[in-house]
Nanobody, 123 residues
Framework: QVQVVESGGGLVQPGGSLRLSCAAS????????MGWYRQAPGKQRELVAV??????????NYAGSVKGRFTISRDNAKNTVYLQMNMLKPEDTFIYYC??????????????WGRGTQVTVSS
């Protein structure tokens, strides 16, 4: 009874920017990590960025391929995570999936996934 929904994908030219959003809703007691993976057809899903629930110290982690170009952030009041993508390259063309580690009516955190949003970088 937890839903995770991404939005903000689309077609952009190389060097352009997109901002992805992902909102978790439903029966939520708390959310730990939230993050983004991306996947090409027939290949493994790879981590793009993750942000923890805390605000002290370094609570983010990025794939080396996006570090310096992408920024992950979250709004805990809205149960929403964002991915600001700048200086986009054609090799950033993937389906981007959001996840949230959610505690609802279970003892342990469970990972919930969005359906994905397509990002295409092409001229």
């Amino acid at each position: 009874q937890v839903q995770v929904v991404e939005s903000g994908g689309g077609l952009v030219q190389p060097g352009g920017s997109l901002r992805l959003s992902c909102a978790a809703s439903g029966t939520i007691l708390s959310i730990s990590d939230m993050g983004w993976y991306r996947q090409a057809p027939g290949k493994q899903r790879e981590l793009v960025a993750v942000v923890g629930s805390g605000s002290t110290g370094n609570n983010t982690n990025y794939a080396g391929s996006v570090k310096g170009r992408f920024t992950i952030s979250r709004d805990n009041a809205k149960n929403t995570v964002y991915l600001q993508m700048n200086m986009l390259k054609p090799e950033d063309t993937f389906i981007y999936y959001c996840y949230a580690d959610v505690k609802s009516d279970f003892r342990f955190y469970q990972r919930y996934w969005g359906r994905g949003t397509q990002v295409t970088v092409s001229s």
